[in-house]
């Protein structure tokens, strides 16, 4: 149990194009959900909390409107990363939780922006 | 805010040797320290953790150890194998009981297991 997929694994974009990767908890109900970016050889930084039905609380220095964050269900947060550029690119982890138990984390989408 | 620091950054052994990964936290309030493995490309995947309440925690050749006052905790792995190789993640969080609590990583070590 407690499975987190994400999709898509990966993607290419141009850059000025947005780009969405969603994150899905597949056997459990998520109360919560985090988004994470690791840029390679680096450790994870948090991005994002999300509750379901409420907007995402945003870690110092990360754009609200750069990166937007949609958690519309309790198995379901989307990642929206608006006019994307090169430096954008990174590995953009998920994780889902539900109450008394730890972070589950998704595969991760790798996104390159050309 | 929450303050992980790591070291060593990285760990090169010999099969069958032990390996020892250290952690200090800022935030006298963190009272749950997970341990992660990562592979290249994959997810991090929780091989131990440990709550505050406990000094130590061992899970076969895994094993970690908290020292509240000093606010550092330790990962000791023994016996190590090829398949140990990888990235190991330590984190620092408020009460994993509790909802929204987030996860402050450390910087990662690199360990690498020489046959």
């Known amino acids: 149990g407690a499975v987190v997929s994400q999709h898509p694994s990966w993607v290419i974009c141009k850059s000025g194009t947005s780009v969405k990767i969603e994150c899905r908890s597949l056997d459990f109900q998520a109360t919560t959900m985090f988004w994470y970016r690791q840029f390679p050889k680096q450790s994870l930084m948090l991005m994002a909390t999300s509750n379901e039905g409420s907007k995402a609380t945003y870690e110092q220095g990360v754009e609200k409107d750069k990166f937007l964050i949609n958690h519309a269900s309790l198995t379901l947060s989307t990642l929206t990363v608006t006019s994307a550029h090169p430096e954008d690119s990174s590995f953009y982890i998920c994780?889902?939780?539900?109450?008394?138990?730890?972070?589950?984390f998704g595969p991760g989408t790798r996104l390159t922006v050309t | 805010g929450e303050n992980v620091e790591q070291h060593p950054s990285t760990l090169s052994v010999q099969e069958g040797d032990s390996a020892v990964i250290k952690c200090t936290y800022s935030?006298?309030?963190?009272?749950?320290f997970p341990w992660y493995k990562q592979e290249l490309g994959k997810r991090p995947q929780l091989i131990i953790d440990?709550?505050?309440?406990?000094g130590e925690k061992k899970d076969q050749r895994i094993a970690v150890t908290l020292n509240k006052t000093a606010k550092h905790f330790s990962l000791h792995i023994t016996e190590t194998q090829p398949e140990d190789s990888a990235v190991y993640f330590c984190?620092?969080?408020?009460?994993?009981?509790?909802?929204?609590?987030?996860?402050?990583f450390g910087t990662g070590t690199q360990l690498k297991v020489e046959l």
């Open positions: 935030d006298s309030a963190s009272n749950y």
């Open positions: 994780s889902a939780r539900r109450r008394g138990y730890e972070q589950y």
């Open positions: 440990i709550r505050s309440n406990v």
């Open positions: 984190a620092a969080s408020k009460d994993p009981g509790g909802g929204g609590n987030k996860l402050t």
